[in-house]
């Protein structure tokens, strides 16, 4: 009986983590997964056809996280991370108390960061116009500490500017600039990058922010909070070289090529399985 | 009993114009048919929470479109204006069959114009990557002229930069001219501003472009295709002081105050009435 049971648990362990993500924006938190978490195999789902998120209401964000997440229990995950700040934002909370998996989302892990390590109390928050006005960062960094003075600011431009490949261009760099002129004399020494997206801008905001601003990144913080999670709940992967095999799959709801060509821009590597699966389905 | 049907007749004359859009940029052919068709009223519906179409399925496109006719026919429209490129192109022509209003989208008033005013023979649209790819214009160009070659390019920057208010500005200035770089050596006489946002960039285009290439500009083309087809079915409005009073209402699906703003940009008076709808509910 304890041989099976022994069984049972190496099997579980074995089982890929679900990432989940309104677009192809997560890719930057599945990309740290794998950085940090070598020997974990992944599921990544991108809901493309009805990206962005921001824009919807909570309902009908909570209703599409749980699609999503019984297509990722389809693939046997042991683990799930809501790789968008809208979802997480609307939909973990009550997740959480609906299903029996380990789930994180993005906002936690990088609100308790820059709550902790703030020196001056002062932190800037960049953003979608939906998560700046939701006021998600402000409310989960007072969690860790109630002094902090949150400011917050909207970059529409960023997504589109990633997605066009502009990641260390002048045009983005004016941009940036011109965004991140906001915070002059707001005293933050924190920056967090509140858009799974704005990682890949992480040199041009480095940039105009200058050395003294340090900037927090939610999908390096959530890749570390996951690897605790795991060993915590024992729950972690303990490798070997035949699993390298399909160890990361790709699902979108709307055309894989266009996933596929940002795919390519985010991880070093080709994403050798991508399908299209129809999402309303589940 | 001829007195009545006169009576009846004036009345359904009076009423207004229906538009409608997946956003805030069929405002643009909104406010043309404010300026070319002045006696008219009009209801426009934005389709705000649900935006963009473009990403989304030939089915979804047809059953959103068919929601907001119900909603127009609730406010009385006597003709309906489809002022979005994606629902003229996928759901226009089911619609025209079901319904018994006169009905026009925005692309053939824009293909044909290009198609007979040509005289390379070699015509350029420029649109969302939706529109681009779908290749509805070199469809409907060929109707009027199958002998044109088609030139067609993406610019997925130009409706953030519109909507940052960024319309004569170095940063789109720069953005336009390696977009349009594309066209160099193919001989167009003539460029479709394929997308409704893209006339409000007309001057920077017209600078990057030259005067040698003709933009044609759908919206206007849809407003006179309106004029004429008021005037075809004698729907037009006799006009008057006393219809002043609301002549325009504005209707959303998402929050009231985006829109406002964007509206304040493109209409030169303030959008007196602008109200969010349950678009779902009909």
Redesign the interface.
């Known amino acids: 009986m304890s041989g099976k049971s022994e069984n049972k648990k190496t099997d579980i362990c074995k089982a890929p983590i679900g990432v989940f993500d309104s677009g192809v924006g997560g890719l930057t938190v599945m990309r740290e997964i794998m950085r940090q978490l070598p020997n974990e195999k992944a599921v990544y789902f991108g809901d493309?056809?009805r990206?962005p998120y921001g824009?919807?209401?909570k309902e009908t964000v909570l209703r599409y996280s749980r699609q999503i997440i019984r297509f990722l229990r389809t693939r046997g995950v042991k683990a799930i991370v809501v790789a968008c700040n809208t979802a997480s934002a609307y939909a973990l909370e009550t997740i959480q108390e609906e299903i029996d998996l380990p789930i994180i989302g993005v906002v936690k892990p990088g609100a308790q960061v820059a709550a902790e390590t703030t020196r001056s109390g002062r932190i800037g928050v960049i953003g979608t116009?939906g998560t700046i006005s939701s006021r998600i960062y402000p409310e989960y960094i007072a969690r860790w500490n109630p002094e902090a003075a949150v400011f917050g600011k909207a970059c529409?431009?960023f997504?589109?500017?990633v997605?066009?490949g502009l990641l260390k261009d002048?045009?983005t760099e004016?941009?940036a600039s011109r965004y991140l002129r906001e915070f002059e004399g707001s005293g933050i020494d924190t920056l967090i990058l509140g858009c799974t997206h704005y990682p890949l801008l992480r040199s041009t905001i480095g940039k105009v922010m200058g050395e003294t601003v340090a900037l927090v990144n939610p999908a390096y913080e959530t890749a570390r909070s996951l690897k605790e999670l795991l060993r915590e709940q024992k729950l972690e992967n303990p490798g070997g070289m035949e699993e390298q095999a399909g160890q990361y799959e790709f699902y979108v709801s709307?055309s894989v090529q266009?996933f596929q060509r940002f795919a390519s821009m985010i991880l070093s590597f080709e994403t050798t399985h991508a399908e299209q699966i129809q999402i309303e389905e589940y």
Chains 1, 2 share one sequence.
């Open positions: 493309t056809a990206v824009s919807k209401s116009e529409p431009l997504v589109p500017l997605e066009e002048p045009v004016e941009i709307d266009r």
